[in-house]
């Protein structure tokens, strides 16, 4: 895919000499935000196919009682690696994808403050991906479920080598992660345009602002919990070790620290696309937007504060039980006010019903069951007759799939010009759209009922007569119309990036800075960095922000015209997160791999730390 | 890691790496915060010794004393605090390198080396504690296995030393920049940056040795 | 035109889920957590249904504000107008952040409420159920009564029945869908949960569930709970602290030896008495012990307890030599020589006093084989017996029957396998145990 607009020949060769701009070698050593970004949404997709796959297993074994598809030992593979997949592989890296690809543009900068920490984050996540999701097809896959709760996980009740690409596999996800959450704080705090105050910010960069705070605080805490597993498993530690008098429960608290806030991570970025997507297809500015961005905030804040909701079972005691009830009650409140601006937003305007739009709009409406139903357990007796019962699964999804997935689809249609230049179909967009959202609902709205009617979570089968055989056949007819709306998707996508209509700079005539530039971006983003005077410069700008606009949309000027400095394509960060997850893999294989790994690491971490990031200004 | 080229613009005017700094202590104290709440979590839950402040008796029948040597650690402790102020010595030479030195005092003040050097000394001289301390403490029946003291108890202070272990890795390869081609007043944000991670390694040291060692 | 069309071909899509719905409707649902049958359930119950009718509310007006909002400000074509640009309305937003805090309010103090209702102390005169978890099947304790169970428990209605639960090795959680929620089952802890089962109840089944995931055959970690009337209880209690019905020497049986597990670590409870067996009051019912012939079971076959009856298929290729027929005494001997006594305990045969898998003193008595997974009939019991692992994975319980394949040791039983008419022979002796 062409993302620059800029001839070959004209390129600046790098040091390496190879060729920046075509053949694969240009994304191996690609520093460019954009193309992570692409590379991010490529390697997500794919992993959200694996994840369905898994998931479409799972319920192809539950349509009916007594199911025999699978075997428990597989069954409780597939769902562990479904949620692991999904969270971690899935939707976590297709808000990167968007993090990587806008946030530069929306705030006006040329790239992410650290382009090469940006590569390194790319390719562990990738090379992590692989290390967890590849042992399922030798049945050897992580079995303990994605909460990895302890004491299954320990050596004691899982000594097979499962467990251990599950720990290792996170802990090298959470490098990913990190180094990509320091690289975009620093990039939103320090390279924002001129008059891209705080509060002029577009409301995607916001959310994924406090997103990245929120990953800095929330991953470290899994980090520890995970290194005193993987010490438990590997160097025969006690931490969790209910013979040596360990508490089953310090596990299930770190998790959760990190475990809550991880679902803010999840679906705060949707959030922002969807604030996005709205206003555009709306045409009006978002509504009550300080408020929009004080709620993100509170819900951030408040979400570090209740990870106890998810263990009202452990007995934890009714003074504990009441303060994390009510906290959680009110995370409600500034997710109450969100919709309700998206709401106002739509009010009074011109509601453009494109393929982004409707997922946006069934963001809200879906998201709304969601939350009524995550207040439902916020009341831990209420939660008593739901935790760990398909009531819980209905939430979530309606949460993660009705928020964050149909939020990232509409990203994708929404962005998707600007990414390639392209449109994507629109009708075919709005069939895909129809069917996964009437996929979703019989999914996941039957699992409300069967839950209540007393189904567990986690089983591998379930005994006739217990009145969730019908919940369960609609259920997994559900799966299977989102596995025909995501194949119309897959194709769409395809297709639309050769032979889409031509997109034009600005194809929803929306407001914010990313659409003053043409499509698809040129690799130094913008010409001139912008002079910002509102939130829509589009829209609401005056003479200011339209010179900036104008500038920066004149096509076909490649770096060397404009004088524009942009940092050598290099190999070395796809280098260091290789021997780092080789490093990772010598755990399980043997020290030499460790010392191997660890060598080629610093000694390739040297050769990047001590290289110049781009030529000599002249 | 090498620097954007200084004509960048940045929206705070500051390098954007101080900014990472800052977002990496902040991820860092969490990870600290983890490690000493599990270790205080877990002090006392121990079902075989060797205990932290308790005397035990071994399944053999000996006698031993509390294990935690307080004035050993506490010499370690001084020794790391030192370190602090050898680095903000090093800072300061680098950014004045280019202020004229007229007496010996002002030259030793001003020799970037020398506290480069002095700062990764006492980090080493700090290891050097922990090492002896880790290998008195195996000789005394506590390995990361014995029990939960001992896995909280040395997965915290080797977290702690193996960041000690890296700043001195960093301060050395500084000490190598500045033989090589000299550090001056351009170089001070990456030494800078380098202190910052280096007393905030120390702080840390301080509240481990408060909660854990000092605090019964 | 091209919209009618449209419908048409959604038509059977229309009449499948009507059809689905009806279907759903025409269940019944054993395990339902709407028709609670305690205190405590009734509880959790009246919360539930204010959160329903509330979030009702709340779904039907923000969905038809959404629904009118999008129709009402839809594009009109050839519109180019620009509409209003407004920002924000500081009194809209104002109400709408009070309101949810005010339906909130309505939740949060029953909550608060109920909470310190239903955790509160057990009332005294509680009966005492210790449930241990263990991968995967319950064991269940009465203390009061000194008697051992596994994966079934009879209980009086109209008296508090307090379960103090610990486990073994991983985490499980108990669950009774019509009687109580939830509470977890955790290595070093004690957790607690008390109900008392409504004195209108008719003698019932209920199902019970492992509901915390526990490994590789968590979905098979089920068990049942018998609500009968408390005279039927104090005949049933009467029959399970006789030692075993065959063969057994007479005489009282010994108390139990196992001091509850765990609770070292426990803050919240304060510390069990090192042996309850001895320690606790011997109820009534031991004075019947003397009575001879079995004590009350609950009648199996009712057909509206169907749904406690397991349905579990047999794996294909276990099969069993037809027309076989035991001998309890010889079994009884091949029992008593076999792995078996190094895991299971039957009072009244004193070789038999493994303490790691169920208590098989009055198996005759039970219901259901592995934890709910089978119904106890000497067919599936000689499967059991002969492949345990082929039927429910993972289980510790070995493969015995010669020549079988343990899925688990991946290989084929050669020495010390039973054949099938020594499983006939335990099959007849364990059969008779009632």
């Not at chain 1, 562990?80 to 999904?86: A, E, I, S, V």
Request: charged share 10%; glycine share 8%; hydrophobic share 50%.
């Amino acid at each position: 895919m062409a993302t620059s607009a800029a001839p070959a020949h004209l390129a600046p060769k790098s040091a390496v000499g190879y060729d920046e701009h075509s053949g694969i070698w240009s994304w191996i050593a690609t520093v460019d935000h954009k193309r992570i970004g692409l590379l991010y949404l490529f390697t997500a997709l794919g992993f959200f196919l694996v994840g369905g796959l898994e998931a479409v297993i799972i319920r192809a074994q539950l349509q009916g009682p007594n199911g025999t598809i699978v075997s428990a030992e597989m069954y409780n593979q597939l769902f562990t690696m479904h949620g692991t997949t999904m969270i971690f592989l899935a939707v976590m890296p297709l808000s990167a994808a968007f993090f990587n690809f806008l946030i530069p543009l929306q705030i006006g900068a040329r790239d992410v403050a650290f382009p090469r920490l940006n590569a390194f984050s790319y390719w562990v996540y990738l090379f992590g991906g692989l290390f967890i999701t590849l042992p399922i097809f030798f049945k050897v896959a992580p079995n303990g479920g994605w909460f990895g709760y302890t004491p299954l996980t320990t050596p004691s009740f899982s000594p097979q080598v499962n467990i251990d690409f599950w720990v290792v596999g996170l802990q090298i996800l959470g490098v990913s992660s990190l180094a990509a959450a320091f690289n975009f704080i620093t990039t939103i705090i320090n390279l924002r345009a001129p008059g891209m105050t705080l509060m002029r910010m577009p409301m995607f960069t916001w959310m994924s602002f406090v997103v990245q705070f929120m990953l800095v605080l929330a991953f470290p805490v899994i980090t520890i919990a995970l290194v005193f597993l993987l010490f438990d498993r590997f160097f025969g530690t006690q931490f969790y070790e209910i013979a040596a008098g360990a508490d089953p429960l310090l596990w299930q608290h770190l998790f959760w620290i990190f475990g809550h806030p991880e679902v803010y991570i999840l679906i705060l970025p949707a959030f922002g696309l969807v604030s996005e997507i709205i206003p555009a297809n709306s045409r009006k500015p978002l509504f009550g937007y300080p408020v929009m961005v004080y709620s993100g905030i509170l819900i951030a804040l408040l979400g570090f504060g209740v990870w106890a909701h998810h263990m009202f079972a452990v007995g934890m005691g009714p003074i504990a039980d009441s303060v994390f009830a009510l906290a959680t009650m009110l995370i409600g409140i500034p997710t109450g006010v969100k919709i309700f601006n998206w709401i106002g937003t739509m009010a009074q305007g011109q509601v453009r019903f494109t393929t982004a739009m409707l997922f946006a709009i069934g963001l809200v409406a879906l998201f709304t069951i969601g939350g009524i139903s995550g207040v439902m357990h916020s009341s831990p007796p209420a939660d008593l007759q739901q935790t760990d019962t398909y009531f819980i699964v209905a939430h979530f999804h309606y949460v993660l799939f009705g928020g964050s997935i149909m939020g990232i689809f509409g990203g994708i249609y929404h962005y998707f010009p600007k990414m390639t230049g392209r449109l994507m179909n629109e009708r075919l967009g709005k069939i895909h759209f129809w069917i996964n959202f009437i996929g979703m609902n019989l999914t996941f709205f039957p699992m409300h009922f069967s839950g209540m009617l007393g189904m567990p979570r986690r089983i591998y089968t379930y005994d006739a007569g217990q009145g969730w055989d019908t919940f369960n056949l609609i259920s997994s007819i559900g799966a299977y119309m989102l596995v025909v709306s995501t194949a119309i998707f897959a194709y769409n996508f395809l297709r639309s990036r050769r032979n889409g209509e031509i997109a034009g700079s600005n194809p929803w005539n929306a407001g914010t800075l990313e659409w003053t530039i043409p499509s698809p971006v040129p690799e130094y983003n913008f010409a001139e960095l912008p002079k910002v005077t509102s939130r829509y410069p589009l829209w609401e700008g005056n003479e200011t922000d339209a010179e900036s606009a104008r500038i920066n949309s004149q096509e076909g000027k490649t770096p060397a015209d404009l004088g524009i400095v942009l940092p050598y394509s290099t190999i070395k960060p796809m280098i260091v997160a290789f021997s780092m997850v080789v490093m990772f893999t010598g755990l399980l294989i043997s020290k030499a791999v460790l010392f191997i790994g660890a060598a080629v690491m610093v000694v390739a971490l040297y050769s990047w730390l001590l290289a110049p990031l781009e030529p000599e200004h002249h | 890691m090498s620097a954007p080229a200084a004509h960048h613009y940045t929206t705070t005017g500051l390098d954007s790496r101080k900014i990472a700094i800052w977002a990496f202590i902040g991820s860092e104290c969490m990870l600290f915060v983890s490690l000493i709440s599990t270790y205080l979590i877990y002090k006392g839950r121990s079902v075989v010794g060797p205990y932290p402040h308790e005397e035990w008796v071994s399944p053999t029948g000996e006698h031993f004393k509390a294990i935690l040597n307080i004035p050993v650690t506490s010499a370690s402790t001084f020794v790391l605090l030192m370190s602090s102020l050898f680095m903000v010595l090093a800072l300061a030479a680098v950014q004045n390198k280019d202020v004229p030195k007229r007496t010996t005092g002002e030259r030793i003040l001003g020799s970037s080396k020398l506290w480069l050097f002095a700062t990764a000394v006492a980090g080493t001289t700090f290891l050097g504690f922990q090492a002896f301390e880790f290998t008195s403490f195996v000789h005394e029946g506590l390995s990361i296995r014995t029990n939960l003291f001992g896995s909280s108890f040395f997965t915290l202070t080797g977290f702690h030393g193996a960041h000690v272990t890296a700043g001195v890795i960093w301060l050395l390869t500084l000490l190598a920049i500045d033989y090589r081609r000299g550090l001056g007043p351009n170089d001070a944000l990456i030494v800078d940056i380098a202190a910052l991670y280096w007393h905030f390694v120390d702080v840390v040291w301080i509240a481990i040795f408060t909660l854990v060692y000092l605090i019964k | 035109m091209k919209g009618k069309a449209r419908l048409r071909q959604l038509a059977p899509l229309g009449i499948a889920i009507a059809l689905l719905t009806l279907a759903a409707c025409a269940d019944s649902y054993p395990n339902t957590t709407f028709d609670p049958h305690s205190e405590l359930g009734r509880a959790i119950d009246s919360i539930w249904d204010r959160l329903l009718i509330l979030g009702t509310i709340v779904f039907v007006l923000v969905e038809a504000a959404l629904l009118y909002v999008v129709f009402r400000y839809r594009r009109r074509p050839n519109d180019t107008s620009t509409p209003p640009q407004t920002h924000g309305n500081a009194v809209l937003e104002i109400i709408w952040t009070i309101i949810p805090a005010v339906i909130l309010l309505f939740i949060a103090v029953p909550t608060v409420r109920t909470i310190f209702k239903t955790q509160a102390k057990a009332v005294a005169g509680a009966l005492e159920i210790q449930v241990i978890g263990h991968q995967w099947w319950w064991e269940f304790r009465y203390p009061e009564y000194n008697i051992v169970t596994a994966n079934e428990i009879y209980i009086p209605t109209g008296r508090t029945v307090n379960f103090k639960m610990t486990s073994q090795d991983v985490i499980h959680s108990f669950w009774i869908p019509q009687l109580a929620g939830k509470r977890d089952v955790i290595a070093n802890r004690t957790n607690y949960i008390w109900f008392t089962p409504d004195t209108t109840l008719g003698p019932s089944v209920w199902n019970g569930f492992c509901t915390e995931y526990c490994g590789a055959s968590h979905a098979k970690m089920r068990f049942r709970v018998f609500t009968v009337k408390p005279d039927q209880f104090a005949s049933w209690v009467a029959g399970q602290q006789r030692p075993a019905a065959f063969g057994a020497q007479q005489g009282a049986p010994p108390p139990m030896l196992m001091p509850f597990p765990g609770a070292r670590n426990d803050r919240a409870a304060p510390a069990p008495p090192s042996n309850p067996a001895v320690t606790a009051p011997v109820g009534a019912a031991t004075a019947s012990l003397a009575s001879a012939g079995p004590g009350y079971t609950f009648p199996q076959n009712q057909p509206e307890f169907d749904y406690a009856k397991p349905h579990t298929p047999v794996p294909a290729g276990l099969k069993f030599t037809p027309g076989l027929t035991g001998n309890a005494a010889r079994g009884q001997q091949v029992y008593s020589s076999a792995a078996c006594i190094g895991c299971h305990t039957i009072t009244g045969n004193p070789m038999s006093m493994g303490a790691t898998a169920p208590n098989l003193t009055h198996i005759g008595s039970r219901a259901t084989l592995g934890a709910g997974t089978f119904p106890n009939t000497p067919a599936y019991l000689a499967l059991w017996i002969k492949n345990a692992r082929a039927m429910k994975p993972g289980v510790l319980m070995p493969t015995l029957g010669k020549g079988e394949y343990d899925p688990q040791l991946k290989q084929k039983v050669t020495t010390g396998g039973l054949d099938d008419q020594q499983i006939a022979d335990i099959v007849a002796y364990l059969t008779s145990l009632k």
